[in-house]
C-alpha cells in the first residue's frame, strides 16, 4: 500500500477535523485581552458548554480557501521568495559559489552538515524560522547534490534543524518569551537552563543526522556546468549578488527586533534583492520576470499546502471544538504528583499542537489555564513552560498540519512517510531528554 500523498493526507485531516465537530461536545473559554502581549487569551475555570456547530460538506469545502486567505502571508513568502532565489540560481551565482565551497571542503564534506544545521537552528532557536525554509529548498538541494547528499539530509538540516532550534530556544520571542509574559515572569529567564539543553538537543539532532547522510551519501561528481557559469559570471558579480542576498536577510532581522517586522516585510525585502541580483547579473528585465514566473511555478504546491494544513484548525475553530480538546487533555492532571503532571503536560501540548499548529497561539490558548493549575500542583512556573515549549516544539517535527514542514518535504520531492521513519526515533530521544529536562528543573527549583 502507498503512503497518501500529502495533499490527499491534508485533506483527510480536514475531513477528520469536520466529523469530530459533529461528535465532540462544543465548548468555549472566556477570553480577554492580555495587556504584557496584546493577544486575546483564555480566562482560567472559565470553560463552558456552547451551542454546536457541526460543519456540512459546503462548510467543510469552504474551510481550504479561508485556510489559503488566513496563510496569505505565508503564501507571498514562499512564492516571491521562491522566484527571488530562482533569478539568483539563473545567475550561475549560487552555483558558483557551491562550486568553489565543495571543492573547498574536499573530503571534509560532511563538515557542511553541522555548520548548515546550526546555522537553521539559531533562526529558530531566534526567531521561530519556518515557513522562511521554504523559498530556500532549491539552493538547499543544489548545495547538499554536490556534496553527495539526497534530498532527506537536505530536509533534515534545515527544517529539522529549526525545529529543535525553536523547541529548545532560551529566546524564541514567538515561543518562549509569549509564554513567559503570560506566566508573568522575567522574560527570557531560565536561559541559561534552557541553553544547556538547547545544546544537548541539538547534537543528538546533528549526530543522529550525520549518521543517515553517512548512510545514504554517494561519491561527490565534478559538474562541469559550475565551470562554465564560473567563466561567464565574474568574481565580483558573484560576490556582489550573493553579497545582496546576505544583505537582504540581514536588514530583514534588524528590522524584525527593531521594529516588529513580519512576513510582509520579508516578501518585500526578498523581491528587491531577486530583482537586484537579476539586475547585476545581467538577466534584464525579462529575464527576471521569467524566472520569477518559474519560482511561482515551483513553489505553487508547496504554498497550497500550507493554506490546507491552515484549513484544519479553520474547521476545530468554527465548529467550536478547539477548546473542549484543551479542557479534556488537562482537566485529569489535577488528580496526578508534581512530576507526572509536569510530563503529562508535555504530552498534552504535543496531542494539542496538531489541531493548533501555531505555537503563539499554543501558549496564548493553554498557559493561562495551565499557571493556575501548575501553582495548585507546586510546579513552578518555568517548569509549565518547559513543558509547553518541548511538547509543543517538537511536535513540529512530525505533525502534518505543520504547514512549513509538508511544504518544505514536497519542495524536495520527499515523501512524508520517507521522512517519518527518519525522524521519529530522533524525535523520541529528544522527548525523552525534554522530560528529563523536566524532571531536572523540578529537582532543582528552576523558577
Known amino acids: 500500500m502507498r503512503f497518501p500523498h500529502p495533499l ?45 456547530n457541526p460543519l456540512g460538506v459546503l462548510e467543510t469545502g469552504l474551510a481550504f480557501p479561508k485556510g489559503l486567505i488566513e496563510a496569505a502571508s505565508v503564501l507571498a513568502v514562499i512564492l516571491i521568495g521562491g ?23 574536499g573530503t571534509r564534506r560532511s563538515l557542511a552538515l553541522p555548520i548548515t544545521a546550526f546555522v ?60 513567559q509574559q503570560l506566566a508573568q515572569v522575567p522574560l527570557f529567564s531560565g536561559g541559561v537552563f534552557r541553553s544547556v539543553v538547547l545544546a544537548v ?48 536577510f540581514a536588514v530583514f532581522v534588524a528590522g524584525l527586533i527593531q521594529w516588529g517586522w513580519g512576513f510582509d516585510h520579508l516578501t518585500a525585502v526578498l523581491f528587491i534583492a531577486g530583482v537586484l541580483a537579476g539586475l547585476i547579473g545581467r538577466l534584464g528585465m ?11 511555478r515551483d513553489m505553487a504546491f508547496a504554498a497550497v499546502l500550507v493554506g490546507f494544513a491552515r484549513a484544519i484548525s479553520v474547521v476545530l475553530t468554527e465548529g467550536r471544538i478547539i477548546d473542549s480538546v484543551v479542557h479534556g487533555l488537562f482537566t485529569p492532571l489535577n488528580g496526578l504528583p508534581a512530576a507526572g503532571a509536569a510530563i503529562a503536560m508535555m504530552l498534552a501540548h ?7 499548529p501555531s505555537v503563539s497561539g499554543q501558549a496564548a490558548l493553554t498557559m493561562p489555564i ?27 517535527i512530525l505533525t502534518p498540519t505543520n504547514g512549513a514542514l509538508m511544504a518544505v518535504i514536497a519542495a524536495a520531492n520527499v515523501r512524508y512517510d520517507e521522512w517519518i521513519r527518519f525522524a521519529w526515533p ?16 523540578l529537582a532543582i527549583g528552576l523558577s
Do not use: K
Open 8 to 52: 490527499t493526507l491534508l485533506v483527510g485531516c480536514v475531513i477528520l477535523a469536520a466529523v469530530l465537530t459533529h461528535i465532540v461536545p462544543a465548548g468555549e473559554y472566556d477570553r480577554r485581552e492580555d495587556a504584557a502581549t496584546g493577544r486575546m487569551v483564555v480566562v482560567p475555570g472559565s470553560y463552558h458548554a456552547v451551542e454546536s
Open 120 to 179: 537553521f537552528a539559531a533562526g529558530g532557536a531566534l526567531e521561530n524560522m519556518q515557513e522562511e525554509i521554504i523559498a530556500l529548498v532549491p539552493l538547499l538541494l543544489v548545495f547538499m547534490g554536490r556534496l553527495g547528499y539526497n534530498n532527506l539530509t537536505a530536509v533534515a538540516v534545515s527544517v529539522g534543524a529549526a525545529a529543535v532550534g525553536s523547541a529548545f530556544s532560551p529566546m524564541n520571542p514567538f515561543q518562549v518569551g509569549i509564554a
Open 370 to 396: 495551565l499557571v493556575p493549575l501548575s501553582d495548585l500542583l507546586m510546579i513552578s512556573r518555568q517548569v509549565t513552560i518547559l513543558a509547553y515549549q518541548y511538547g509543543a516544539g517538537l511536535c513540529e
Open 201 to 248: 538537543a541539538f547534537v543528538i539532532w546533528v549526530a543522529y543526522t550525520m549518521r543517515y547522510a553517512a548512510r545514504s551519501a554517494v561519491p561527490v561528481r565534478d559538474d562541469s556546468t559550475a565551470a562554465v557559469h564560473a567563466d561567464e559570471l565574474s568574481g565580483g558579480r558573484t560576490a556582489l549578488i550573493l553579497a545582496v542576498v546576505l544583505i537582504a
Open 426 to 441: 530522533a524525535w523520541l530521544i529528544l522527548t525523552v531528554l525534554g522530560a528529563a529536562a523536566i524532571l531536572t528543573g
Open 83 to 105: 522566484g527571488a532565489f530562482v533569478v539568483v540560481d539563473r545567475t550561475g551565482a549560487f552555483r558558483v559559489a557551491l562550486a568553489r565551497l565543495v571543492r573547498r571542503l
Open 350 to 356: 504535543n496531542v494539542i499542537h496538531v489541531p493548533v
Open 286 to 296: 525579462n529575464g527576471t520576470a521569467e524566472a520569477y514566473v518559474q519560482g511561482f
